[in-house]
């Protein structure tokens, strides 16, 4: 995929899109990827009051706070969305979101149902993609697989996730992760079929039409002396 800088909508303002699976579908690792290959797209950071895992970097994989700090931005109001997830809090800023939409950036929000909800209760545009692993057992697997939970823990998830599942048809886009690649595929095109769309692309278009209403360079009047 090309990576040129995307201007085909230079000056508009960004699209939202928010990415929903149930925990340890691979939505994070999803997303980190496609915003490699897709340009002028950003993943938007978290903030969240749990402790770091190991090989984890603030202001890379989250924004690791306090307790205290985050209930002191959701006294504020400076949360877009924000959800309590099995003991642990997380938020999305708004600052930070409206800054990178507003400087034309395409922006991916990896939230759970719970923060999907809050955004659309807001009415911001926004363009859901979930994100489905090909089976409970799966899931299951590869929840063992990372080595992060206890057996209550991965219990719990699988549990929440009977129940996220039933939530796909609010999104738009359905995008099934059986492999890594083809999935970051199918979700790269999903971005670039919303980049395409008329109300997107209308100032462009428009520049563009009004090349045709002047005369052609090097073009004469025909005619008779």
């Known amino acids: 995929m090309s990576s040129r800088p995307f201007d085909a909508a230079r000056g508009r303002r960004g699209l939202l899109f928010i990415v929903s699976a149930p925990s340890g579908t691979g939505k994070t690792t999803l997303v980190e990827r496609l915003v490699q290959v897709v340009p002028n797209l950003k993943m938007s950071r978290s903030y969240t009051s749990r402790p770091a895992r190991a090989g984890e970097q603030n202001g890379v994989d989250y924004n690791f706070i306090s307790r205290e700090r985050f209930d002191a931005m959701v006294r504020d109001g400076a949360f877009l969305e924000w959800a309590s997830v099995f003991g642990h809090c997380y938020g999305t800023a708004a600052a930070d979101t409206d800054a990178l939409l507003a400087a034309g950036h395409d922006v991916v929000l990896v939230i759970d149902v719970q923060g999907a909800r809050q955004v659309r209760s807001r009415g911001i545009e926004t363009v859901g993609i979930f994100v489905l692993p090909p089976s409970a057992a799966t899931l299951e697997q590869r929840l063992r697989g990372r080595s992060k939970d206890s057996e209550d823990q991965i219990r719990r998830r699988l549990e929440v ?65």
């Open 161 to 225: 996730a009977c129940g996220e599942v039933d939530e796909f048809s609010q999104y738009e886009y359905l995008v099934v992760n059986d492999d890594l690649e083809p999935a970051v595929g199918r979700m790269a095109a999903i971005v670039q079929a919303e980049r395409a769309r008329v109300k997107v692309m209308r100032r462009h278009a428009e520049e563009i039409i009004e090349t045709f209403k002047a005369p052609p360079p090097g073009a004469r009047t025909s005619g008779k002396a």
